[in-house]
């Protein structure tokens, strides 16, 4: 089945960037779309973007001068960079991935089980 | 930017139907997915496509969607679908999340 793990540190001081990596197991990061959800405490789902491996990338317009998404293919594995965090980007972020339907259609159908970034010097 | 908006909370007694609502502009234009959240677990997809049970969703669950709302319906509410519920839908290329509805079950 799909496996989804996400990886990296778990605290990260303020103005520093945040990178985390989702290793990809069951499916191939060259097909699907890829994602990174994220959950601040007390707060509700927030989208970051998506990379499709041959289309690019789409970010969250609120986000998007801070998030670079990029995908290894040797490894079956992607990555998120979010640059200059503070405390509001404490949260517990996901990797998923979108079913394979046309867009509009398409949904999160596997998650990995989070990871707890903690923006604090 | 397109927005959905949902109830914080919503209670319901063990057993009753619980509704849970989505509002977007001509949300009935497009599809709606629903996700249930448990703390501390991952968000579960329970209703893509507006009305559509993944394998494994309880026949409890459904959906609708049409004008500018959405709804996710619980018939026969049990315990354990005490959650947080999102929808969820497109905006052209870009994904939007409602803010999330907690379900209470008491």
């Known amino acids: 089945q799909v496996q989804l793990q996400e990886s990296g540190p778990g605290l990260v001081k303020p103005s520093e960037t945040l990178s985390l990596t989702c290793a990809v197991s069951g499916s191939s990061i060259s097909t699907y779309y890829w994602t990174w959800v994220r959950q601040s405490p007390g707060k509700g789902l927030e989208w970051i973007g998506y990379?499709?491996?041959?289309?690019?990338?789409n970010y969250n317009p609120s986000l998007k001068s801070r998030v670079t998404i990029s995908g290894d293919t040797s490894k079956n594995q992607f990555s998120l960079e979010l640059s200059s965090v503070t405390a509001a980007d404490t949260a517990v972020y996901y990797c998923a991935r979108l079913a394979q339907r046309p867009m509009g259609e398409r949904y999160f159908d596997n998650w990995g089980q989070g990871t707890l970034v903690t923006v604090s010097s | 930017s397109y927005e959905l908006t949902q109830a914080p909370s919503v209670s319901v007694s063990p057993g009753q139907t619980a509704s849970i609502t989505c509002s977007g502009d001509n949300l009935g234009n497009k599809f709606s997915f629903w996700y249930q959240k448990k703390p501390g677990q991952s968000p579960v997809l329970v209703i893509y496509q507006d009305n559509k049970r993944p394998s494994g969703i309880p026949e409890r669950f459904s959906g609708s969607n049409s004008g500018s709302t959405a709804t996710l319906t619980i018939s026969g509410t049990q315990a354990m679908d005490e959650a947080d519920y999102y929808c969820?839908?497109?905006?052209?290329?870009?994904?939007?999340f409602g803010g999330g509805t907690k379900l209470t079950v008491l």
């Open positions: 990379i499709y491996m041959t289309g690019g990338t």
């Open positions: 969820q839908a497109w905006d052209s290329t870009t994904v939007v």
